[in-house]
């Protein structure tokens, strides 16, 4: 009699056990579906807070094109969240993404755009050499280290002749 009773209460115990395993193991899993849809929602916020940052950031990019370079801004669809938080969004300008790219990295919680990066070629056309009005010497240094074509485009897009 005292085995049978030690065997039941085995078995329940294993029931027991083998039952909030189960339990666990559920709601492990559709805490994990949930977090799945969150992430979605995450990605949702980003997408519309990025098309609603787009304005400001064409007049970012207006703001320091003051050779009135820029005649098209072009942003890609792709909008990615880094690891702290903020919303990147690439684009060009002119349609020529391999030259004059950009990114924008948005600052989701501020409603700003925290830092903007562009493609060296990009960057270029927006120096101010007002700034170096009295050393042309520093300006003529920078444009001989293009080629004829590539200082005459730069030329041109500045919105100067070569002399």
Avoid: C
């Amino acid at each position: 009699m005292k085995n049978t009773i030690k065997l039941v209460s085995v078995l329940v115990v294993i029931i027991l056990v083998s039952v909030t395993s189960l339990i666990v193991q559920y709601n492990k899993q559709s805490q994990s579906k949930n977090d799945a849809v969150k992430e979605k929602s995450d990605q949702e916020k980003a997408e519309e807070f990025a098309e609603k940052m787009k304005a400001k950031i064409e007049e970012h990019l207006h703001k320091r094109d003051i050779h009135n370079f820029i005649k098209t801004i072009t942003f890609e669809k792709n909008v990615t969240i880094n690891p702290m938080g903020d919303i990147t969004i690439d684009g060009y300008v002119n349609n020529e993404p391999e030259k004059y790219g950009f990114s924008a990295s948005l600052q989701y919680r501020a409603k700003k755009i925290g830092s903007m990066s562009y493609d060296p070629d990009l960057s270029d056309r927006f120096i101010d050499w007002e700034e170096y009005k009295g050393e042309p010497e520093v300006k003529e240094n920078y444009l001989k280290s293009f080629t004829k074509e590539e200082r005459e485009q730069y030329l041109k897009d500045i919105g100067e002749k070569e002399k």
